[in-house]
């Protein structure tokens, strides 16, 4: 399964690490899929991220990516995984 996952900083609320991968709800079979979806649900991601973080949040990049695949990037950005992390696919 694929999801819409965005890089977002938050640099000037001075966390550490100032980036992260965030991940959509929505599952893809196929990158494409997800790909086709990304213009609709990104502009609805930005909207989202904007009222979250009091328009302090700037995202980076968006990208299709499966659920392994974002966890490893927030680990290699920094984050560890919560103990009580459940995934939300098998894959």
């Given amino acids: 399964m694929y999801f819409i996952s965005i890089l977002v900083s938050l ?3 001075n966390v550490v690490p100032p980036t992260g991968w965030m991940q959509d709800i929505i599952p893809f079979e196929t990158v ?3 790909n086709e979806a990304m213009p609709l649900r990104a502009a609805q991601m930005q909207y989202y ?3 979250t973080f009091s328009g302090m949040g ?3 990049e968006y990208r299709c990516m ?3 695949d ?3 990037l ?3 950005l920094g984050h560890e995984l919560p103990e009580d992390f459940e995934p ?3 894959s």
């Fill in 11 to 13: 640099a000037l609320f």
């Fill in 32 to 34: 494409e899929e997800c």
């Fill in 49 to 51: 991220i904007h009222n």
């Fill in 58 to 60: 700037e995202i980076l």
């Fill in 66 to 68: 499966t659920e392994p």
């Fill in 70 to 72: 974002w966890i490893q």
């Fill in 74 to 76: 927030n680990v290699d």
């Fill in 88 to 90: 939300k696919t098998n």
